[in-house]
């Protein structure tokens, strides 16, 4: 089976391994397993994480050749960098090179040293650096090619799920606060799929704005750190807006 080296670098997001990992047996044609429909399975806080994946590397693959498109041998897809992974959490390889030579049937883990617990509940980016790898390419000979695949991110949450997923340009997302009774400063969370001008406002439960707030947003997760200092015991609403949805959730606030 023919595939880009693109659709190669972006499928190997999900590659992360220990090298005591053991390929899926089921699973025979190119690609990455579990797959982004599947995805992967989820982890709780206070319980150690563990995900192994299979990676069948296809032998060959579509390179774009001076407007022609040429088939080439695939050498190798390589995973050079997982950065943004939460506390506690790492990956290794077999091979332990991260270098997943073409037409192998090979595995990967992504793993927890520390259990996950309450101080890292809240969202990731986590960024992927892949190279690939090619020969016998018309006019090159080889062909390199490094891609960064930034837009997954990591969501930890107690005794409910950790995901891996990705956001587009409709993403739109408010996180619970944390924490939640709030107390002095408390930290909202939100993602968005592009950079827009996002009204955030708190509101007591008669309706009254109590704070009100304009953030620039960047793609991905965005952080706000607000201080309750002022606020009074009690429960309040929270809302963002993009200019097309508004988002509200609640909190309680405890000084």
């Known amino acids: 089976m023919k595939k880009t080296l693109l659709f190669l670098s972006f499928t190997l997001a999900y590659v992360f391994v220990n090298g005591q990992c053991i390929p899926d047996p089921q699973f025979t044609a190119p690609g990455i397993y579990p797959d982004t429909t599947i995805g992967l399975s989820d982890a709780i806080v206070g319980q150690a994480y563990s995900q192994n994946i299979t990676i069948i ?18 050498d190798s897809i390589s995973l050079t960098t ?28 992504l793993y927890s040293t520390v259990n996950p617990n309450q101080s890292d509940i809240g969202l990731y980016n986590i ?33 409910t799920t950790f995901t891996i997923d990705k956001y587009d340009i409709s993403s739109f997302d408010l996180r619970d606060v944390f924490p939640n009774p709030a107390s002095k400063n408390v930290e909202i969370q939100f993602i968005s799929g592009s950079t827009d001008d996002i009204i955030l406002n708190v509101y007591n439960l008669l309706g009254e704005v109590q704070e009100s707030l304009i953030i620039k947003s960047v793609l991905g997760i965005n952080t706000i750190n607000l201080s309750l200092s002022s606020f009074k015991n009690g429960l309040y609403l929270y809302s963002i807006n993009n200019g097309n949805q508004v988002l509200t959730k609640r909190m309680m606030v405890s000084n």
């Open 57 to 74: 590397t296809p032998t060959d693959t579509v390179v774009d050749i001076l407007g022609q498109s040429v088939s080439v041998d695939i």
């Open 127 to 159: 960024v992927f650096e892949t190279t690939s790898y090619a020969s016998n390419v018309p006019f090159l000979g080889t062909f390199t090619q490094d891609d960064i695949i930034d837009y997954y991110y990591i969501n930890i949450v107690d005794n």
């Open 82 to 109: 997982v950065t943004g992974l939460p506390n506690g959490f790492t990956y290794s390889c077999d091979p332990p090179s991260c270098g997943f030579p073409g037409g192998t049937i090979k595995c990967a883990e």
